[in-house]
């Protein structure tokens, strides 16, 4: 069963993937330069995962961001 997460999870992986994409990057070397499983980026990349802020930054450094710029805009999921 797949876990289910906010919608703000989701936009996140979905900005994730497009900054993979742009750099050219599979999911497996954005893993690595990451020190991240690469089953973990996929599916932080689907939204499946909540995403600590140590490996936001992580993530962020791989992509060659601010991590900010991951964030920003995202909806605190409702109570």
């Known amino acids: ?25 599979s999911q497996e070397k954005l893993a690595d330069k990451a020190g991240l499983h690469w089953t973990y980026v996929g599916q ?18 791989a992509l060659q961001m601010d991590a900010g710029t991951l964030m920003q805009g995202l909806e605190p999921p409702a109570e």
């Open 44 to 61: 932080v990349e689907r939204g499946q995962r909540n995403v600590s802020l140590h490996n936001i930054l992580k993530i962020a450094a």
């Open 1 to 25: 069963m797949v876990k289910q997460t906010s919608p703000a999870a989701r936009q996140f992986g979905s900005r994730v993937r497009a900054r993979r994409e742009e750099l050219g990057l």
